[in-house]
């Protein structure tokens, strides 16, 4: 059967499928490109509570999911993942659970450790107290709380603490 012949909610539940099996969305990312490819807001209800309904669809799998990926793969801090989370349509108290789940699995400061030495290593034709300082920035920019940074920074290089001494550790934002 052709998709033109498919009835409309049928045609919104196998497109949302179909993006499903490319790679995992949050109900409101889902929600959003439906209606947004012209189904009508029933249609896409529909759909979406017969993916709930089969488990293919779940907010909470899928904090946990892409916090522990963002974590892990790509080295980003809590800050970060939260906001990425809040990007997709998750509900704040689904990402803050998810994100809590992910950071038992994947602890943030070994994240940092080794994007940290990376880093130092890649870098070394700046003078270490500047590259020492361009180090900060770049793991706060990844979405790391500052107050984690400088403990991170003072642990794995302490006799660059003089270094560190001017920056002070930025509240951290609810980001």
Do not use: C, I, N
């Not at 089969?54 to 800050?79: I, K, T």
């Not at 709380?145 to 951290?172: I, K």
């Amino acid at each position: 059967m052709s998709r033109k012949g498919l009835a409309e909610p049928m045609a919104a539940y196998v497109r949302a499928l179909r993006r499903l099996g490319r790679r995992d969305h949050s109900e409101s990312e889902l929600r959003r490109a439906l209606l947004e490819r012209g189904h009508s807001r029933e249609e896409v209800e529909a759909a979406l509570t017969r993916l709930r309904g089969e488990r293919y669809l779940d907010d909470s799998g899928f904090a946990e999911r892409f916090a522990r990926s963002r974590l892990a793969r790509h080295g980003l801090g809590r800050l970060r993942v939260r906001q990425g989370l809040r990007e997709r349509g998750v509900d704040r108290g689904v990402a803050e659970a998810g994100l809590r789940a992910a950071l038992r699995e994947v602890p943030e400061a070994e994240v940092l450790d080794a994007l940290a030495r990376r880093y130092w290593r890649q870098r070394t034709r700046d003078e270490p107290t500047h590259r020492l300082r361009k180090l900060w920035t770049f793991l706060l920019r990844r979405g790391f709380p500052a107050p984690l940074v400088s403990a991170r920074l003072r642990a794995l290089w302490p006799r660059w603490r003089d270094a560190l001494e001017g920056l002070e550790p930025v509240e951290e934002s609810e980001a």
